[in-house]
């Protein structure tokens, strides 16, 4: 008789895990336990199905092929027993039995397990918001949450739609109603959307947002719904104000699901996912946790953490399975990587954000540079902004950021792989990455940013953020603005107030620079910014700062025609 | 007074470093001795200029927002004298001065130097082929010669054109050819186009250049070119026959100009560049060396190499330029990176290649794996196709190759930064890459390349690539080819000779299988092939092998409705 290996959970990293088990032992008795009808789909495309991008349900849940991945599937290609609409009630970890119930009949039975893997997902927050029980309150987990929006959301005329919280399936969401037509509010509690990234970054995917007709409304706590003699929410009110609403969508975050593993005598890390090793072992050594419900180890804070996403469920599934029948494989940790599409927009980030550094306490000096993907004579090129995070005592990136309408992933991916490797910004801005102009310029954007950092960490050049430049034109503070763009760029658009000398005419007009005032320097991507802030130090003008990003990257007031 | 720097050469890497020389000096006394009219101007470039995509030329050679790069703009912004139309004659070591003469007026001078940065670039091989010198026989170099193709190929009608070359440059100029409307031959001497990918992936971009119409001669040597009466080329003549041409152009690649370095004395290195070490000095401390003229020194091989690219160029002028004046800073080497668009696929790679690889006699194992590049469920996604070489004795990852339509360059580019970290593909197959539905699958194509890696050396796999099946194929052995599709997929389009048994009715039909002969099953992508050989494993059938990469790299011949 081969080892029984009994999974709980059957989305993602629990089928990977048994798939895996399977390819390396074909003798050992393998079940998945799944308490819904549906296994093995992809969660993360539900936003895509109720958009219409994907046209059918079924396309999330077969393989690549159109092959339905049911439980007559894993008995016939993989050997695997799939128990789903059952769920699993208790562990027994003295004698190794897994208690499960039928959701139809009600049946018990005790599974005995060798090695148990559990892949119990997560499950949406509950806010205790008054209305959040009401009919049109709904929250997005499954296939048929998605199906109810779906049928809701392409009614000939789409109703209008609250979402609560501006993270990613709020995020995702917003971009599904838009393309059904429908009216969106988004309102986040916190001082931004996207928590991850930060704040001058996410005002950039915040002005996109708006620039397609969604309201956006931050810093908000939603203080109740208001429903109808129907019991259906038809106002949701805020701090900011009180918003209509036809669908209310509640996506605060996810909770991974622990109870199981709690109630089994667990070890429950302070993140709130189940404690694990690197081998995705729990505190029983015969019982694995992967996916949702496993607590990561966070490779950059050093900490661990919660961050529920496919692509790290799957690569922990794999190792659990792995590990399950003795073929050891380490798990290594996670970057914190993450990935959105915001309209036409690309979002990435990976590492620290300069916000989550300063919470931990870590010295750090950012770059944001703004460059098109390719170059600017290759038709179709397209700008990204790219923030980049180093750490101030050893030179090592540790965070990056990016948006725009360009190639943004592909440089997130690079930097995520030099931030796994632990290499110095030195290192990054003498990648041999791979270039022709169709893919990039022959200096890409991202040695670029590493390139401005360098300049940064050296001494050469200060910069200063589009928030921080903001914060003190709000405060009335007294800068000199400089614009070293041409005068038909300045003429197109400026921040408020600058002074306009162009770059070319900069060494002979570098009187007019005041000495006795901070001075900002910007262009379209402070380029010439910072040629110009070599020029004034040329002629002892050391008092200048460029902007970082440059005019490309502020997403504030401007005035054109001046 | 301030540093003297004299720089030779305008292109790229010149034109960098005296750049990067004036913002960290603001005192240093730089000039640029260029022998050509142009400077500054994006080379690279070139075939899309040719072929109507860029549309002005002068695109190539201005700043993002159209200011000309000519000798004011450097006067104007950078205080940098630009000396063009000026060939540089002789290095005077001893006194440190450079003999420039006027290519208008012959007019010599001498231009004293503290620093002087070598950036002379590279020049197109002249093969020594009778006819070559016939009036339509062209290279390409600078813009001038762009020229003159782009008005003979935007002609009413493009003439048939030859390019002898199966390169970068050449492959770049066929495309450029067929966006005209233009018939092309394309012949190379050696068995495969592209000599720096494997044959096998290299058999792949002839496919999808012959899809398009391309004449591809591959293992042809050219004998000579015939000419008509007015010396005009009408006919190439090659060991694999004769192709008419109304224009010829020359691409079998660059020689690195040293022949003012090689008589001031300095070494040259065995690959024919100037040899520098890795703050990018020559043998005299004063002469630094960059771009095209400089030999490269290869991370991965440990040896030096000759590399002309854009990328490093810059690269390198920067180091140059910072350490010419006092701002010490180090080049690390190149991995041989190079991106290619190949009409509607991208081709890249880095590292070595399996034949590399073989040719240093260093032990590898690969694997070839195709896979769409974005989930199978989102609209749009497109296959690529990815080979991954590993170190056999310690795991690393040396070498990536990738063709397809799908985004091969985000592959490329992580396993890049992978490889300059010495990363083994255990480290890359975990790699918390950004995962969307929009971006990527959630195991992406590379994680699931480098777990196929870390099953052949873990001896869980067997693979043998596309041109070994058809070497054995060719050579009459004894296979037994195992397609585990559907019956469907196998009928619209199987290998010659295959047997059809799906995947799902493998394990009970395993009988079928023959256990004293060679056996290699594939499926689209080989993943079911994989599955299918670990279940024939676990019925103690171990002689199957997967065909690398499966049906979707298969570039040979296959057979319909069987």
């Known amino acids: 008789m081969g080892i029984r290996i009994v999974v709980i959970g059957g989305v993602a990293a629990g089928p990977k895990a048994a798939a895996r088990a399977r390819r390396l032992d074909p003798d050992a008795e393998i079940t998945i336990v799944e308490k819904d009808e549906l296994l093995s789909y992809a969660g993360c495309g539900l936003p895509y199905y109720i958009s219409g991008l994907v046209q059918d349900r079924r396309q999330l849940m077969t393989t690549p092929i159109g092959v339905l991945r049911d439980p007559k599937f894993f008995a016939q290609v993989k050997d695997i027993r799939v128990l789903n609409r059952t769920k699993a009630v208790s562990i027994d970890r003295e004698v190794k039995e897994v208690v499960v119930e039928s959701v139809d009949s009600g049946e018990v039975q005790r599974l005995p397990y060798d090695k148990l893997i559990l892949a119990t997902g997560a499950d949406p927050v509950e806010p205790p918001i008054p ?11 499954q296939v048929e949450d998605a199906d109810r929006f ?33 009216a969106v509010t988004v309102v986040e509690m916190l001082p931004h959307v996207l928590p991850m990234i930060d704040a001058d970054m996410a005002s950039l995917v915040e002005k996109h947002m708006r620039d397609v007709g969604v309201t956006v409304v931050t810093g908000a706590r939603v203080e109740r719904m208001e429903g109808n003699e129907n019991a259906e929410a038809v106002r949701v009110v805020t701090t900011k104000g009180a918003f209509d609403a036809g669908l209310v969508l509640l996506s605060v975050g996810v909770r991974p699901n622990v109870s199981l593993a709690r109630d089994a005598g667990l070890l429950i890390g302070a993140s709130g996912g189940i404690h694990v090793n690197e081998y995705m072992q729990t505190t029983d050594r015969d019982i694995y946790a992967a996916g949702d419900c496993a607590e990561k180890s966070c490779s950059i804070r050093g900490t661990e953490c919660f961050l529920p996403l496919g692509s790290v469920a799957n690569k922990e599934g794999r190792v659990a399975g792995s590990n399950a029948v003795g073929h050891i494989e380490r798990f290594p940790g996670v970057l914190g990587s993450t990935a959105l599409k915001v309209f036409d927009w690309n979002v990435g980030r990976a590492g620290l954000s300069v916000e989550q550094a300063r919470d931990l306490g870590i010295p750090v ?20 902004i790219l923030k980049l995070v180093a750490e101030k005592s050893n030179r090592r990136l540790i965070g990056i950021q990016g948006v725009g309408p360009g190639d943004v992933m592909k440089r997130v991916d690079v930097a995520i792989t030099a931030m796994a490797a632990r290499m110095t910004v030195d290192d990054v801005a003498n990648l041999d990455l791979a270039y022709a102009p169709p893919y990039s310029e022959a200096m890409d954007v991202l040695i670029h940013g590493a390139n401005v950092l360098r300049n940064k960490l050296d001494g050469l050049m200060k910069g200063i953020t589009s928030l921080e430049l903001q914060s003190m034109r709000t405060r009335g503070e007294d800068i000199f603005l400089l614009d070293v763009r041409s005068p038909d ?23 007019e620079i005041p000495r006795d005032r901070r001075v900002v320097a910007y262009c379209k991507t402070s380029l010439r910014a910072w040629e110009g802030v070599r020029i004034l130090a040329g002629q002892g003008i050391d008092n200048v700062e460029i902007l970082d990003g440059g ?3 502020w997403p504030y007031e401007t005035v054109h025609g001046v």
């Open 150 to 182: 779906r049928a809701k959301l392409q009614q000939p005329v789409c109703p209008s739609v609250v979402i609560i919280g501006g993270g990613l399936i709020g995020m995702e969401m917003t971009e599904a109603v838009v393309e059904c037509k429908g």
């Open 365 to 384: 000096i950012s770059a944001t540079v703004a460059a098109p993907d390719r170059p600017h004579y290759y038709p179709g090129n397209k700008p990204i």
């Open 551 to 553: 005019f490309l990257a």
């Open 489 to 511: 760029e300045h003429q197109m658009g400026a921040i408020p107030g600058s002074t306009l000398i162009p770059l070319g005419a900069l060494r002979s007009r570098a009187g």
């Open 131 to 141: 209305g959040k029980d009401l009919q049109n309150v709904w929250r997005l987990k």
